[in-house]
């Protein structure tokens, strides 16, 4: 399997409708849903996962799991319940946002040193829903080390958990390289589930050290997808070469028209400038376009100059998720 992973700012619906589109991607895992002391509304859900409205899957059908992170081992479990309802085919778990916002309220990377709060956190949302619901959890190799690393994922899989994807770093390396990839071989040996290997995954080579240094055989891209929308086809042996910038530029015109239909105008030239950045590492048309781009604001501006014209209408399947 191939997996898109969550990116909090970044990877929200509108690019994981276009990146699935692509193809190469098996399975979405969504930005975290947080959870503190409420039972959250069903439009908090689909807000986020606006995908749950379409039977939990992108418009070219990739199932997306929703993520939610908090502490509260009650509340999460009423949350996870009522998500549920809407019929994802699994729930996630973050256990790895090593933002210092959401750690400092006991979310994320710093519960990694509570492995006995995350047992109690897995079991009670493994409780709380259908069985045929997966429950999976995301995590990183520790908080400031990894000294409990072993304890976290031997705690989530007694709880029930079904799968793990581990971030080869902790939250003290934060997203800087190296990834330790050779540090889970340690948690697929101690836990008998599928475990999955993220972080620093940019190429088809780097795809193939993390196999061979982690013993996983399944991967989370994230932006190294965003950077190169092709590499989960070629990690994938489906493809040979990167998708061609012309063959880009109509995907990114439709990412475009969805940001414009629902992100607040002062936003919208922003998140098709920080797209363009992330290409730039894999894409020169990509660098020189930024560089052109990088002060204009005015969304059909930017339109008229990357597309030479006004936009198309937002794919029929993607603007009913979206809506």
Same mark, same amino acid.
């Given at each position: ?21 692509? &193809? ?46 908090? *502490? ?8 996870? =319940? ?16 090593? =933002? ?35 429950? *999976? ?5 520790? @908080?400031?080390?990894?000294? /409990? ?25 934060? @997203?800087?390289?190296?990834? %330790? ?40 891209? &994230? ?22 910038? =012309? ?18 105008? /002062?936003?919208? &030239? ?7 950045? %992330?290409?730039?590492?894999? %894409? ?5 376009? %930024?560089?052109?781009? /990088? ?17 198309? =209408? ?5 603007? *009913?998720?979206?809506?």
């Amino acid at each position: 399997m191939i997996l898109l992973a969550p990116m909090e700012g970044l990877l929200d619906h509108i690019l994981r409708d276009v990146l699935t589109r692509v &193809g190469g991607v098996d399975r979405c895992v969504s930005e975290f849903i947080r959870v503190t002391d409420q039972l959250l509304p069903n439009r908090v859900f689909t807000r986020i996962v606006p995908e749950l409205k379409n039977g939990g899957r992108t418009a070219a059908g990739v199932p997306v799991h929703p993520q939610l992170l908090g *502490s509260d081992v009650n509340c999460l479990a009423e949350n996870a =319940a009522r998500l549920a309802e809407l019929q994802p085919e699994g729930i996630d778990l973050n256990f790895g946002c090593p =933002a210092k916002c959401v750690n400092r309220h006991r979310g994320g990377a710093v519960l990694l040193d509570e492995p006995e709060l995350i047992h109690d956190i897995v079991a009670a949302v493994r409780r709380a829903v259908p069985a045929q619901v997966m429950v *999976s959890a995301k995590m990183r190799l520790g @908080y400031m080390d990894d000294s /409990r690393t072993l304890d976290v994922a031997r705690a989530i899989h007694a709880a029930g958990g079904q799968e793990i994807v581990v971030h080869a770093r902790t939250k003290a390396d934060g @997203y800087k390289p190296p990834a %330790y990839w050779e540090r889970i071989a340690a948690v697929r040996e101690a836990v008998p589930i599928t475990v999955i290997a993220n972080g620093e995954i940019w190429t088809v080579e780097h795809a193939e050290l993390a196999r061979q240094r982690s013993g996983c055989e399944h991967l989370m891209l &994230g932006r190294g997808m965003v950077a190169d929308p092709g590499l989960a086809l070629r990690v994938a042996g489906q493809r040979n070469q990167p998708v061609p910038w =012309a063959e880009l530029l109509p995907l990114m015109q439709g990412f475009f028209t969805q940001v414009r239909a629902t992100v607040a105008p /002062r936003h919208q &030239g922003g998140r098709l400038k920080q797209w363009l950045h %992330y290409l730039k590492r894999a %894409y020169p048309e990509a660098e020189a376009a %930024y560089a052109e781009l /990088r002060t204009v604001n005015d969304a059909n501006e930017l339109a008229r100059r990357l597309w030479g014209g006004c936009l198309p =209408a937002v794919p029929e399947a993607a603007a *009913s998720i979206a809506a």
